[in-house]
């Protein structure tokens, strides 16, 4: 039996969400995507932009001007996609209600919650735990907002776009880099998963999609090895000596040839050709999943000094345990968690721990009762922020299980919006009026 219900309508085409026919379109909708992929070349990278993207020269030395410019702050957000279960992963344990509504599925016990003894960590997410203990962890047990949308595709756009309008076509995070970032720059805003994530979608700047920094090469039909890495350099260096080419189809491929290239030079440290050159700082559990080996390479881009500002990537599995919720929960917490403490090992043994914040979200919680062998969709759910700079203080409170919503949903004690605020005003620096539509939500205390 599959542990999730919900029918969705393919849109991969357009490198977005997938949406069910009446819920919002995700942000990034009508973005002009730009192939700089050279997919046909083996380049594994996509640059997209709302505006006029700039000529591929004008990336190139927009890259490398960022790169010399002083390391900034960065967000890496991460996505739980489906409605983690807050429930299980900060869990009552003691509270009678919550056993009465999950006789099946309450959990027992648990790592002690420091900040509210009515609280136990899942066993499974002893690694989030474990970074709590440090101080380098601010928990929202009930993150969410008023008369909460129980659709996944509602509520994740409201998240991706920092707004609850149903309209907004670009994410919080792009308009974010709107106001940081550069027209020549791509690399300021990365989608790890390889296509774009809707809370990167920008009005004017452009951004781009990586899976893995040792994906991104060239495919040289014919040639490997010495030939290969001639090749190689030799198709770039013709590329900028054709840019002023008068035939527009050679200045065309010129352009796409010099681009790639640089990007290829930026990238060559850390591996060629899906073989990864760099060695992470800290031990990754080992997964068919992606996941901890795309953050593992993304750490290695920072180290690298790629000039990023913002990531985004989807945590493993699947979150919507309607069903199968005992077996399925665990593996997720700890595979996400687990490769969480890996990623913030890496970058503090790299000294860039005073740089990344971690951002991690889900649409929405579960419902309180159980359903059986699972949890409905929820209102109020969990995040974190994770990092050495974070407040490591809890962002609102538990509102326990004594006075419920009228659909039986955990009541928000915070609101997405405030936390989003904060990022903008004292992460990255920007009015949050700028970015965040209506923003006179009161913004809590994020950072040490």
């Known amino acids: 039996m599959k542990n999730t219900c ?150 994740r756009h409201f998240w991706e776009v920092g707004a609850l309008d149903p309209h907004l076509r670009t994410g919080w995070l792009g308009r974010v880099l709107d106001r940081v970032g550069s027209p020549d720059n791509p690399l300021q805003g990365i989608s790890l998963d390889g296509q774009l994530a809707p809370s990167l979608a920008t009005a004017r700047n452009p951004v781009a999609a990586v899976d893995k920094p040792e994906d991104v090469g060239f495919w040289t039909p014919g040639a490997w090895g010495p030939a290969e890495e001639l090749a190689v350099p030799a198709f770039t260096g013709i590329g900028r000596s054709l840019l002023g080419s008068g035939d527009p189809a050679v200045a065309q491929a010129a352009r796409a040839a010099a681009f790639a290239g640089g990007v290829r030079d930026a990238l060559a440290p850390l591996g060629i050709d899906g073989k990864p050159t760099y060695v992470p700082a800290a031990a990754y559990p080992q997964d068919k999943d992606p996941f901890p080996r795309r953050l593992a390479g993304f750490a290695a881009m920072l180290a690298a000094g790629l000039p990023i500002r913002a990531a985004a990537i989807r945590a493993p599995g699947a979150w919507d345990t309607h069903a199968n919720q005992a077996d399925v929960l665990p593996k997720n917490l700890k595979l996400t968690f687990d490769s969480l403490l890996a990623f913030q090992r890496d970058i503090e043994a790299r000294g860039l721990a005073d740089r990344v914040l971690t951002l991690v979200w889900s649409e929405f919680g579960r419902r309180a009762a159980e359903n059986g062998s699972g949890t409905d969709h929820g209102a109020a759910g969990v995040g974190f922020l994770v990092g050495a700079r974070a407040s490591g203080r809890m962002i609102g409170e538990f509102p326990g299980l004594g006075k419920l919503d009228k659909e039986g949903n955990l009541r928000a004690t915070s609101d997405f919006r405030g936390l989003y605020g904060a990022i903008c005003g004292d992460w990255f620096g920007v009015d949050p009026a700028a970015v965040l539509p209506g923003s006179g939500i009161g913004k809590p205390v994020i950072l040490k």
Request: aromatic fraction near 6%.
């Open 6 to 155: 919900c029918t969705e309508h393919a849109r991969a085409s357009a490198g977005l969400p997938a949406i069910e026919a009446g819920m919002p379109e995700p942000a990034g909708t009508g973005l002009s995507r730009r192939s700089f992929l050279l997919r046909s070349a083996g380049l594994g990278l996509a640059v997209y932009g709302a505006g006029r993207i700039a000529q591929l020269p004008a990336f190139e030395a927009g890259v490398a001007h960022a790169q010399a410019a002083p390391a900034q702050t960065v967000l890496l957000s991460v996505f739980l996609d489906g409605g983690v279960d807050n429930l299980s992963l900060l869990a009552p344990v003691e509270d009678p209600i919550y056993r009465r509504l999950r006789p099946n599925l309450a959990i027992r016990e648990g790592r002690a919650f420091a900040e509210d003894s009515r609280l136990a960590w899942h066993p499974a997410a002893s690694s989030l735990a474990d970074l709590h203990a440090e101080g380098k962890v601010s928990v929202l047990p009930a993150v969410g907002y008023t008369d909460a949308d129980q659709s996944h595709f509602t509520s």
